[in-house]
């Protein structure tokens, strides 16, 4: 008889796995197959515990939904964000007229002029506005003040009208073309309010429309006659203003106190922000397209844009140059806003130089030229003369037929 030595050996099904060991590497073939099955283990297939996804579920639902929500609900804050650096000499037209008295030139490298974004935020805009670093978020009182967002607007596109037109009269006059400039009347377009304006208060007194023609028993046909008186007062004088109220041509007097400005405390004002009510003489007009853009910041770049578009040779030397300030008649360049967030727009634009107002705080240059980094030049400059000087420096051309000098 011939014994048969056969062992079988078999893991539990808690382990996981299979282990059959025989002594002889084959089974021996007098042990029938129905033996065989007799000693193997099955094991059932695990099911997965999938508990964590119905809260996992949820979450994304409800972190999808609140982003949905937050994009589409309208907050009361509004950013100001960098916005574009645009060619301006694209934005010129002349009529026949002013091809008659004025020859164009062709620009060889582009000057720029910039903006900055304000819309109204969403809350989502809002949050990611208050991580980015080239955003500010402003609320209700810190973008519009006590004014409403139609009266900044109509002043923003006044202010527009205003800065095309003294651009247009300061470079004609560089060129000697006769110009002239005068002002108006003055009349009040907005107030400088106190925290707490005090009952003689000139927001309180007075109303918007309002033309005074007369301080303190001085007549004062235009805002020009006024500037000067002013030297003699100071913060709290009450002083007598006479007024005619508009769409009225009864005048009243009213008792206004005098305040400090709040830019400059050793400067007095009465209050009140003048309605520019300059009026400009040109022997030309000049269409400067600037669709629903307002401000005066791009003054200084309409300006130079003008000089190079009337004058041969090439302003700029072939460098790629942006601009930004108001332009005053006597060719001063004046502080703007929002100067980070245009800096970054220039930068983007790949432009070499940016011309901006000395006049700017020494933070905001600053940042400005943080954010410029190696490749923009941060060139500040108080007025036309000295942007045309740096121009020339860089191999600009000389402005022909100057009426003064620089």
Not at 59 to 68: E, F, G, K, R
Request: with cysteine; aromatic share 6%; proline share 5%.
């Amino acid at each position: 008889m011939i014994a048969i030595d056969l062992t079988v050996t078999s893991r539990t099904v808690s382990d996981m796995s299979i282990d059959t060991t025989t002594t002889s590497s084959s089974v021996s073939p007098e042990v029938s197959e129905e033996h065989q099955h007799e000693n193997q283990v099955v094991i059932a297939p695990r099911q997965r515990n999938m508990w964590w996804a119905i809260p996992m579920l949820t979450i994304v639902w409800l972190v999808t939904s609140a982003i949905i929500i937050s994009s589409l609900v309208r907050v009361n804050y509004w950013e100001v964000a960098p916005g574009s650096a645009e060619q301006v000499s694209s934005r010129f037209s002349f009529d026949k007229d002013a091809l008659q008295l004025a020859d164009r030139y062709k620009p060889k490298s582009p000057i720029l002029f910039v903006t900055a974004f304000g819309s109204k935020l969403s809350a989502l805009d809002a949050l990611l506005g208050t991580l980015d670093p080239d955003v500010d978020v402003l609320n209700r009182v810190q973008k519009f003040g006590t004014e409403t967002p139609d009266q900044q607007k109509a002043v923003g596109f006044k202010a527009m009208i205003t800065a095309k037109q003294i651009a247009e009269y300061v470079a004609l006059r560089r060129l000697g073309y006769e110009a002239s400039i005068s002002y108006g009347e003055l009349i009040i377009d907005r107030f400088v309010c106190e925290a707490k304006p005090r009952p003689l208060s000139a927001c309180l007194q007075l109303a918007i429309g309002d033309a005074i023609t007369s301080f303190d028993g001085i007549e004062i046909p235009t805002l020009a006659d006024l500037l000067p008186l002013m030297k003699n007062y100071s913060p709290g004088d009450v002083v007598k203003l006479k007024v005619t109220p508009q769409k009225s041509l009864e005048s009243i007097t009213k008792d206004v106190e005098l305040i400090a400005s709040p830019d400059d405390p050793n400067r007095t004002i009465i209050g009140v922000w003048p309605a520019d009510t300059r009026i400009v003489k040109l022997p030309f007009e000049v269409d400067i397209d600037t669709d629903l853009i307002g401000g005066p910041s791009a003054g200084l770049a309409f300006t130079l844009a003008l000089l190079d578009e009337l004058t041969p040779g090439d302003l700029t030397g072939g460098v790629k140059v942006a601009a930004t300030g108001t332009i005053d008649g006597d060719e001063t360049v004046g502080a703007i806003g929002a100067l980070r967030q245009k800096t970054v727009a220039v930068k983007a634009s790949g432009a070499k130089v940016f011309f901006v107002p000395s006049s700017q705080s020494a933070e905001e240059i600053e940042a400005a030229k943080r954010v410029a980094g190696s490749k923009l030049r941060i060139a500040p400059v108080a007025n036309l003369g000295e942007v045309l000087a740096i121009l020339k420096e860089m191999g600009g051309s000389d402005i022909s037929n100057d009426a003064i000098e620089l």
